[in-house]
């Protein structure tokens, strides 16, 4: 399959190209806002073209979406009515919306179109859908906490704009933790939280995040940029069983983008949607948006 990249930021550089290179799939443009770094970033990995025309990034066959935030719904619309297959960077809006416009015209077309929840496919998902496979409510404890705080003109300042990255540790390190369980207990029936330090441009530091489920499953998510040791932890007890991953990551493998784009090249093949299809990524944005409107409640 033809592909076309949008974004050249350390997960496109680290992960992405080299994952498409490593299965080998054939990876025709880098697109940047940045024409200079598009071009840069394509000529490290060997990939023909880079640069900032929209027209070309849909010359492809798939087009994969790795820009910040804000620009994941525009441009993955603009794939998808090329004719294009979209796989999108998580979170898909984040607290930014406009997912469900993206799903509508995935189902309009009949083109497949995924979100990187690239957990899905490793063994944590498998063995947290074990343990919550109970008749018993279940109780679960996240807890992540990792150094972030970049300079000014760090490329990844971006990530502290609620406007442009659809919130901050929440929507950044929180999705992929709450698809986990939202893949495997669907939409909860309760959203509370509280969050604490911001950075400058808004977005928030911690995030303490309350779900609970209507068979009496309840969930205490806590997440936070903060320094001092790093933590990624998941903790179940349900039906006298007791699960614990820590950390999470531990079997995910150091190249966690080539299951997750393997799969959707064959979900393409075969006419089958992907690992997380764009209409369940929807449901961690809803979740995050719930999260900060019920954070902003209790604060006012």
């Not at 998902?125 to 008749?135: G, K, P």
């Not at 209507?214 to 998510?221: D, I, L, N, P, V």
Request: with cysteine; net charge neutral.
């Amino acid at each position: 399959m033809r592909w076309a990249v949008a974004g050249c930021g350390d997960v496109v550089r680290g992960r992405v190209l080299p994952a498409l290179r490593g299965l080998g799939e054939e990876t025709a443009y880098v697109w940047g806002r940045d024409p200079a770094r598009a071009a840069r970033t394509a000529a490290e990995h060997g990939v023909p073209a880079g640069g900032d025309d929209l027209g070309r990034l849909t010359a492809a066959d798939a087009v994969y979406v790795a820009t910040p935030v804000a620009a994941h719904v525009p441009l993955a619309l603009h794939a998808l009515r090329a004719g294009c297959h979209v796989l999108v960077e998580k979170p898909l809006a984040g607290a930014l919306g406009g997912g469900g416009v993206l799903a509508a015209e995935a189902a309009r077309t009949g083109l497949c179109a995924g979100v990187a929840y690239h957990r899905r496919l490793g063994p944590a998902a498998r063995q947290l859908r074990e343990a919550l496979t109970t008749c018993e409510p279940a109780r679960v404890q996240i807890t992540f906490c990792a150094p972030f705080d970049p300079a000014p003109e760090d490329p990844a300042h971006w990530r502290t704009d609620p406007a442009v990255a659809g919130g901050g540790v929440l929507a950044d390190a929180g999705s992929h933790r709450l698809d986990l369980l939202l893949s495997v207990l669907g939409p909860p029936v309760r959203v509370g939280a509280r969050f604490g330090r911001r950075f400058a441009a808004g977005a928030e530091r911690r995030a303490h995040i309350s779900l609970g489920w209507a068979s009496g499953t309840s969930a205490e998510c806590r997440f936070a940029w903060i320094g001092g040791t790093e933590r990624d932890r998941l903790d179940v007890t349900a039906g006298g069983r007791f699960l614990s991953l820590d950390p999470l990551d531990a079997e995910l493998g150091p190249e966690p983008h080539v299951p997750l784009i393997a799969d959707f090249t064959a979900a393409v093949r075969e006419g089958r949607e992907p690992a997380c299809p764009v209409t369940e990524a929807v449901l961690v944005d809803d979740v995050i948006t719930a999260a900060c409107w019920a954070a902003r409640f209790r604060n006012n």
